[in-house]
Structures are given as C-alpha cells and as structure tokens.
C-alpha cells in the first residue's frame, strides 16, 4: 500500500473536454472521435538506434492502461495528458487519495484514457533531473570541463548583468536564473553551435535556432533557449501544453506517458525545425546522444527530483504580521517568461506609486527559517535546508530587493526576520514590490497547483491570465491588481 501525507487542501480540478476535429476519416462512436487504428511499441528510454522509432497503438474510450507515476507527477496534469477525468482515475486507483500532491515516482497505476490522434514519439530524450538545475548538478564544475574541451566556448566572453563572464560564467549564470541544468545547456550549445569541439562559432547567426531582432549572440540566445525550454518542461508538468506544431505546421501532441525534460526539448527544437531534421534532433541520435557523449547516459541516474506526498513546509507571508501589504501580482513566470507560473508580488504601503525604496518598517521578511545563499541584483535565495546549496531541498526566491539593507550570503534568518527592502531594481518592475518564489530540488513550483503556494494560510489561485488572481483564507478574498486598492490588502494578522 503506498502511504501519502494529506494535503492540507484538496485539489479543486476543473475538467475542459477538448474535441479535436482533424481528417475526414474520423469516425465518430457515442460522442468519441475515435481515429484509425495504427499499431506500435515503446521504445526504451536510454536505447540508442537508427531504427525507426515506433509509435503507439490506439485504445477504446476509457480503456485501462498502464502507467508508472514519474517524479512530479500529479493527477490534474494526468488527467489532461490522458484525455481522461479525476473521478476514473480515482476511481481506477483505489490507492489515491482524492487530497494527495505528487505521485511516487515509481507506482504503478492504471489510467481511462481516451485516445487522441497523433501522438508523437514515445522515446524519452531526458530525465527531469537532468533538466532541472537541481541535485544532479552539485559537484559539477563547468568552468574545468569547458576548460578541458577545445571548442570556442572556453574563449568566449560577454558582458552580461553588470560584469564579463567568461563562456562557462555564462552557463552557469543562465542556469542559475531559469534553474535548467548546466550539462544541458553545454549539450544544446554544442549540438547546434559546436562550441566544445569546434574552433570557432558557427557564422551563422543566432546560434539556438531563436530568430528575434538583436537577440543574436551566443549569451542571449542561450536565455532564450532557456525560456522556451521552461515554457516546455512547466506546460506539460501543469498539463497544460499538450500539443504545439513544427515550423512546418504539423500538430505534435506528446506521448501521454513523456516526462517534462523531454517534452520540453521536443517543444524546444519544434520552434526551429521540422521533419527529419526535427526527428533526429529528439531521437535517439540527437541531443540524446550528444549528452551522452560528453557527461554519460543520464538516465543510468536514479536520482529523484520530486518525490511523492510532496508538502510546503509552514510560511509566513513575506513582510512583519502587523502590517498590511497590497497584492499586486497574481500568479506569474518565476523567472523569464510565460511559465512557470510559480511567483507573485506583493507590495509596501506607500502614499506614492512607481519606484521607490519603502519605509524603514515596510521591510521583506523571511517566510520560514533558512540561510541566504545568494543576494545580488539578480535575486536573494533562502535555503530551507541550509546545507549552502539552492538546488537542493526548499528554497524561497526573491527578486527586486534593493542593494540598500539586503542580506547578504551567509546570513542565517529566522522566519519573520528582514531579508530586505522592496524595490525596482533587478528585472522589469513598473513599481516597488517583492517578486516571491518557490523551487524544491531546483525545480520551480507552480504557485497555483496540486502544492499551493500558502503563506500564513493565505493559498494562492491563479486568474485568467498572468498576474491576475486571488489569495483566499477562510472567507477573505483578496484580489491581485496593480492598483494597490483596498481590495488587494492583505494582512498578516488576519483573522
């Protein structure tokens, strides 16, 4: 029997029934489109061929299939994946409770799917773990492997956020603010640019394939990469990106049994290529093997990302109890754009709008006790663990916290303690407020999810687009507006 902790809230599923309308030999049965049949079989994840690779065979509504439950999986997203409903999958899974989080990577379960025409390749390119910036990369020195390797990326240098980085300086940086993994990145970067084995970059421009105007260098097509790849890995983690289309205009929709590293490198490439060049790239001779070549096969790691039952430990909302703050940013990109939707803003008092430093009193505070690890411009990251490493365990995220006060590396803070002053500085803000995150083993956690973003009992809900969106408690709405009006206070002393 698998033992899951209760949530503190159960999971409210809104089921969207999607009906896909594509060819005329559709055939329609009891309100089910159901496609012509095909046959296939799955590939192994790590297996490394030039052997077509297979496909899979169609179901009958609701059949049963099987399924093993991947690190960060939760039931919304199943639900969509599948095509499926909560209550059958429930229903199937008698061992679910109807409140859990994260599934155990590891269960087996069984799943009603309905079955969706053109899935797309079931071979598996990479595990999350190696995706993420998470426990996976602690031991890795880029700068000495991009060192040892005679490509042009040990040469390189940019001058990015205030300083010059040196071509590893400038992975590590990318990686450190979208929380990818740096052996990844250095895998794209060699796959379509050469950078550890040729001489010399590629003339071409934009190296990652991403054409936008003055967004041609290697640094910042690598943060482009890096946004695109998150907007992959979170879309299918929350289940919401369950198709997207080639250069060409082909409709790809991930296998229902992928894992978010590899669709979030299908959906990287398709913004580039299409057909057999698109196929290679997320095949087994692709990116799959160019990763292996240099750092081994990562799928021989049985390192687990997020586990099951995962809860958020107790926060506190992030400023003094006594005082009462304006929600202005509703659930938004934790870092970059688009997703994930992990981050929120919450602002001082202020008789002013715009940028400012606030008041003395009107200070950031700690959510929960921990040890700050980084402190820049770039953001402040508070390690639950307090092991001195952010890609491991808890870690409460920062951003726009003035230079004026900011604690710095080191400091040891007990939740409630000043951790710093909101502001504008670091990123895009229009007014002075904290931008607040959550990561788990590097990896961003949703705000509005199956582990709700809760602090002080105050629990996150998403709105209809970013930054909108509630915080409830009880019987309290508070409603996330740029106005900074009565209706987006909120105390720390309520009720």
Known sequence: MINFSKAKHSLNVILIAIIFLTSCNLKVANNIYIPPQTTQSVLPASAHSETPLPTRTTYKPGELVDYTAQTGDTL??????????????????????????????????????????????????????AFVNGPTGVGFNTAAFVASQPGWLKDYRVYASGKWRSGAEMVDFVAINYSVNSRLLLALLEYQGGALTQPEPPVKKNLLGIKRRYWESPYLQLVMAANVLNNGYYGWRVGKMLEFYETDGILIRPDPWQNAGSVAIQYYFSRMFAGDKYAHAIGPQGLNQTYANFFSDP?????????????QPEFLLPFPYDQVWSYTGGPHTGWGTGEPLAAIDLAPPAGKSGCFIAKEKNFSTAMADGLVVRSGVDGVALDLDKDGDERTGWVIFYLHLAAKARAPVGTELKAGELIGYPSCEGGHATGSHAHIARKYNGEWIVADSAIPFNMSGWVTHNGYREYLGTLTKGGATVIACECGDLYTSISGSYP
């Open 76 to 129: 919304p997203a199943l639900v969509a994946r599948f095509n499926t409903t909560l209550e059958e999958i429930l229903a199937a899974n008698p061992q679910i409770p109807r409140d859990a989080t994260t599934m155990p990577p590891g269960m087996p379960m069984k799943i009603p799917i309905y079955f969706l025409a053109l899935w797309a390749s079931p071979f598996k390119i990479i595990p999350d773990h």
């Open 299 to 311: 799928w021989n790691d049985p390192t687990v990302l997020i586990p099951g039952s995962l809860q």
